[in-house]
């Protein structure tokens, strides 16, 4: 009842598609929160008229865990996983009307042979190839095998398929090279019974040697170098040495070379650092490190001669002329005490207080992530009762349980102890994050079906937009 309206309304539209869903699965759930946000789901969930019906009916028990991503903005913005579906959805255009596919240009399959990026003649292809049985088989491979493996994968899939065309392939072993799938594609190019037949594969082949030669793949490893190194700083040293370190890496257009980072790429840096470090002392020292860093992005701001799209929606201008030193200032001022807000958001946990391992003499210092630690949790054999993982109560049964539990021995419901697990991410999800939970359940509890959903599928850029440029009180708030 706190909530805005336009927030009460898309939490409402939310738990009512999930409503559908779990009607349509025949779901008897048990709902659990870890987060504000979360709980606020959880319990409209647990009082929504349609699913009290539901649930007096239904047969297959399920426990839903809502889960908040601002808890940890690291796994959104990270690069740490070696996931190709994760690059791939990260670098290419978005496919225009969609939410998560992506453009791939198929001029490399015409005889229009042009270098010219935006040359729109050609329709795009994208990587949705549900009446593909190959183009299927090699997307689940990009999204669960190591990079390596995934780029093996698709010139497997493309020489089979030159194979039973009878196309002219030379097989080569060896290290797989964007070049290679390339000399593979083109093969296709003039014979258009095998393009038919194979239109789906090629499309995900060509987004992939699209993926591998941009240059945003190659910064990849860089941030990854970088967070580590930030990790073990943060172990080591206070916040304003950390930001300190940024400060000579904040360079205008003119200084920038092609593997410095863009305004953009520090504002990622930026929230993992917020995220990952956690309470911070306001003191005089770290205001000094953070008005330094401001007046160092303002600066940069300015000097692009034509800001981004993501630029453009941070500072509401759409051009370099209507971009003042002022307007770039209130953003950047904004931006910041959404920061402080992202690093103070875990105070209340008792368990998953933190996301940074510090290390010692013997172990690097580490991220571990929250979704992680929820699901090791869930997943304990020992079966503690949960400090964080809130169970949302969804009747008077339950809340005699949870009341009688204080001074008799009730076995209070716990998140693990139905065979299909449901993480609903409140806010966005990662692939190398759903990846890592289905690794897990699966090592850990491997009877047990895991779904997770979400309302987005995230990449680095698209969480600084929903985060500094987007109006948080109407969130899209579709599965």
Sequence with gaps: GALPA???????????????????????????????????????????????????????????????????????????GDNLAEKILSVLPKLPGHKTDVMVNMVELTALQTADETCSIIAPGCLAQPNDPAAKALWESFMNLKQKEAVMEARRHLVEAASRENLPIKMSMGRVTPEQLSSYIQLFRNNLKALENHCGLLQLVLATVQTLKHPQTSKWDNFLAFERLLLQTIGESEMPSVLNQLLPMIKSYNERTKDDYACEDFLVLLI???????????????????????????????????????????????SSLNLTSQKATDAVDGIFRSLRDIARVRLHMKQFHSIHNPGSNTHQASYKPLLKQVVEEVCNPDRPDPLDIEHISSGLTDLLKTGFSMFMKVNRPHPGDHPLLIIFMVGGVSVSEVKMVKDLVATRKPGTQVIVLSSVLLTPHSAVELLFASDRLQPDARI
């Design 6 to 80: 336009e927030l009460r309304a898309a939490v409402r539209a939310l738990v009512g598609e999930l409503d559908s869903l779990f009607t349509a699965l025949g779901l008897r759930e048990e709902s659990f929160a870890v987060g504000a946000l979360s709980r606020v789901v959880a319990a409209e969930l647990a009082s929504y008229a349609s699913a009290r019906n539901r649930r007096r009916t239904a047969t297959n028990k399920a426990s839903v865990i809502f889960v908040d991503r601002t808890l940890d903005l690291a796994g959104a913005v990270g690069h740490h």
């Design 272 to 318: 993992y650092i917020y995220s990952v470090v956690g309470e911070i002392k306001c003191e005089k020292e770290l205001d000094t490190a953070e008005e330094k860093v401001k007046r160092a992005l303002v600066k940069a701001i300015c000097d692009e001669p034509e800001p981004s799209p993501l630029l453009q929606k941070i500072t509401g201008c759409d």
